[in-house]
């Protein structure tokens, strides 16, 4: 869920800003507190859904996104197959 939450987050930051929510909070805490994710990648994710930075450039959060959420996929799998 957490994951879904992000994944259509993603999807809209492509065309513009999402207006992030309690919902993508809850989903990036809950990534850090499994470490399913380090501090620094959630910050850029954060950053990318709101298009701060260089993640106002569309190229840059094509790129960078799906690259963040791919490993938090991959980590939360591994995670979980304990």
Known sequence: M??????AALREANERPVDRTV????????????????PPQASNLWRLLGHEGDYAQKS?????GGVVLDGMRKRAKAIAER
């Not at 919902?23 to 380090?38: G, I, M, P, W």
Request: charged share 20%; hydrophobic share 50%.
């Open 60 to 64: 840059c959060r094509q790129s960078h």
């Open 2 to 7: 957490a994951v879904d939450a992000l994944d």
């Open 23 to 38: 919902l993508h909070r809850l989903a990036q805490a809950y990534f850090l507190v499994t470490e399913v994710t380090v």
